[in-house]
């Protein structure tokens, strides 16, 4: 069965230092989502991301954060300037359209991130 | 804005017992969409079950069922015959059908099976 897969599983960074979290979405999939889960809190949209550009994205989703599909496979979270409070994990979906209510968006098994 | 309760922080249960998992929701648009994710402690978000707005029927899926009551807001999971690998945090969510995709969480139930 087709899944969506997220590298590294962990990922330990500096405060201040770049990282990037990367996704492989469901081949058929058009649609592309981040979530972030801070330990113990609930899951919280970050951004959306169709037809090569951000659909939606969350006041979390400020100016440290971008996204990308720099090829037809990957999708990529990049934070420029990590802080402590970026610390969580982070989970990436995929769906095939948004259009139906009934379209599940598919999680990847996240990236834990810790800033140090 | 969308809003999802869940008011149990964990339940426990024994092995082969059923359960449910509270879930009620606040939206002003009448149409929407509600989820239900397992994570295990391993951390992954796995899709359970989902029920529409306008779905007459409730929503099954093998030993997962969703008692909605829309008047009330409610979209319980109902876990019968419960297995050891049931322990896991279940968080509901809900999207809107109004041009976005998102999902809105709920703060999750931790369940645990016991033998």
Known sequence: ?116 | AQKITQTQPGMFVQEKEAVTLDCTYDTSDPSYGLFWYKQPSSGEMIFLIYQGSYDQQNATEGRYSLNFQKARKSANLVISASQLGDSAMYFCAMRKNSGYSTLTFGKGTMLLVSP
């Not at chain 1, 659909?55 to 720099?70: G, H, L, M, N």
């Not at chain 1, 420029?80 to 999680?107: I, N, P």
């Open chain 1, 1 to 116: 069965e087709p899944e969506v897969t997220q590298t590294p599983s962990h990922q330990v960074t500096q405060m201040g230092q770049e990282v990037i979290l990367r996704c492989v979405p469901i081949s058929n999939h058009l649609y592309f989502y981040w979530y972030r889960q801070i330990l113990g809190q609930k899951v919280e949209f970050l951004v959306s991301f169709y037809n090569n550009e951000i659909s939606e994205k969350s006041e979390i989703f400020d100016d440290q954060f971008s996204v990308e599909r720099p090829d037809g496979s990957n999708f990529t979270l990049k934070i420029r300037s990590t802080k402590l409070e970026d610390s969580a994990m982070y989970f990436c979906a995929s769906s095939e359209a948004t259009t139906d209510l009934r379209e599940t968006q598919y999680f990847g098994p996240g990236t834990r991130l810790l800033v140090l």
